[in-house]
């Protein structure tokens, strides 16, 4: 819960907390701001929720107690029978079949907040680029940008990739830093002067000794945010820069770099997808879009359409004051359905699409996915208990199961991952059944399942 004493609302700390539930339980507190957890607050009369970015997958708590915030405010609403508010740019898959089925009303904004135009789309092909090596800036972006600097605009260029690069590699021995907790590549974070693990937190030196002889020496392939941000200062010599990532912008100081790229006092951001988060920037007026990786992974059903909210999101802080704004988008691949659809004002046509995709292929919301998760510390182990936990299950729910196949991350936080996956109709015919069975299978010592129902993530 939000900001100061000062302007009346109280920050949902441990010294607030007492005074904000007694404030809710006796009803003195009208209004509360609040995130996943303020669902649970022992309201006295609710009368109406309002989820915002209804679409953003961050309302799925993937850890512990699993649950999606946003159908969670909806149950809520209903078991109160009262209203819940929905707002979004760009809905979910999921909320958008409901108004298409007439089970919620929308309403439309049709124009933007002081009637600001929608940023201009331009696409740079890359393939006719000419690049110099360990170079992600083209000279046609270069020509674009300095234009849009005399205009005084601010620019972002857009990478969702944090720390330097992605992969360490040593050229004598080919060796590659990974986890060693994790099945996940290291991150070379340059700043910190550390390799970070960005699952499980660990951490290690840019140092080893090689196979070959001696101490390996390292070649970074691909960049992140902070590896473009040196790039771009290379180019842009005397223009102010700033990294806007949660490695930047989580620390005291971040209010002053707020206050600063509003008063247009930096000239350059280089950020993750943390700037699209409803930040206001009167001057951003021009955004570079590194490269617009598409490349779904295949496990992921929600890939288009999570690339369709975040680059409309994104889109979004751009000419927000009435300025006209362009997004450039540098990318290989320009033959790729999705830029049109990201470029289409009206993201209704891609939903549209979507819906009829998942239809076809009874994908949710047209039929109910639940991923069972079992971890462990024994793959072998784990394995077989996966294929006996499957022959309990089969034929006693009503639903078809698949796998069990090792996680895409099939080690994290020193545990193994495998997962089987319910398909079955939408009714809760699937849920009781599963509810009743689960308790009644004992698990090997050692083993432990998660059981997520509508899955958002598949890793
Ligand atoms: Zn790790
Ligand atoms: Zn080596």
Redesign the pocket.
């Known amino acids: 819960m939000v900001q100061s004493r000062q302007s009346g609302i109280l920050v949902f700390q441990k010294k607030n907390k007492e005074i904000i539930w007694s404030g809710i339980v006796t009803g003195k507190i009208k209004v509360v701001i609040g995130a996943r957890s303020a669902l649970f607050l022992p309201f006295k009369k609710l009368g109406l929720i309002i989820v915002d970015e209804e679409h953003d997958q961050s309302y799925k708590q993937d850890e512990g107690v699993i649950y999606n915030a946003r159908d969670m405010a909806i149950s809520r609403a209903s078991f109160e029978n009262i209203p819940v508010n929905l707002i979004t740019a760009v809905p979910s898959v999921e909320t958008f079949q409901n108004i298409k089925k007439k089970k919620y009303k929308l309403s439309k904004l049709e124009n933007r907040y002081q009637n600001a135009s929608l940023p201009n789309y331009e696409i740079i092909d890359l393939n006719n680029a000419k690049m110099e090596k360990q170079s992600w800036i083209s000279n046609e972006i270069i020509e674009k940008v300095n234009i849009h600097l005399k205009k005084k605009d601010q620019i972002l260029f857009f990478l969702n990739r944090r720390g330097f690069s992605p992969n360490v590699l040593?050229?004598?021995?080919?060796?590659t830093f990974s986890c060693p907790n994790c099945s996940i590549n290291l991150v070379y974070h340059k700043i910190r002067g550390n390799l970070l693990c960005h699952y499980c937190g660990y951490k290690t030196h840019l140092e080893?000794?090689?196979?070959?002889d001696g101490?390996?020496?390292f070649i970074f392939s691909g960049p992140g945010v902070e590896r473009i941000s040196e790039e771009v200062k290379k180019k842009f010599p005397n223009k102010i820069v700033e990294i806007f990532s949660s490695d930047t912008m989580n620390k005291k100081s971040s209010k002053d770099k707020l206050e600063k790229i509003t008063n247009n006092e930096i000239e350059i951001l280089v950020g993750t997808q943390l700037i699209s988060k409803g930040f206001h920037f009167p001057n951003l007026n021009c955004i570079v879009v590194i490269d617009i990786d598409l490349s779904s992974n295949g496990h992921d059903l929600r890939s288009a359409e999570k690339n369709l909210q975040l680059y409309h999101q994104l889109s979004g802080r751009a000419g927000r004051t009435g300025k006209s704004a362009t997004i450039y988008f540098q990318s290989y691949n320009i033959n790729n359905n999705m830029i049109s659809d990201i470029t289409n004002k009206n993201p209704e046509n891609f939903l549209e699409k979507e819906i009829r995709i998942r239809k076809i292929n009874n994908l949710p919301p047209f039929q109910r996915f639940i991923s069972l998760i079992l971890t462990g510390d024994n793959e072998n182990k784990l394995e077989k208990e996966a294929l006996r936990f499957k022959l309990f299950l089969e034929n006693k729910i009503c639903g078809k199961i698949l796998g069990p196949v090792n996680a895409p991350i099939f080690r994290l936080k020193r545990k193994y991952r495998v997962r089987l996956l319910i398909r079955g109709l939408k009714t809760l015919k699937l849920q009781n059944s599963l509810a009743k069975l689960i308790p009644k299978y004992k698990f090997t010592s050692g083993i432990k399942l998660s059981v997520d129902v509508d899955p958002i993530s598949f890793n």
């Not at 080893?208 to 070959?212: D, H, S, V, Y």
Request: with cysteine.
């Open positions: 040593c050229k004598k021995c080919y060796d080893k000794n090689c196979k070959k101490k390996c020496d």
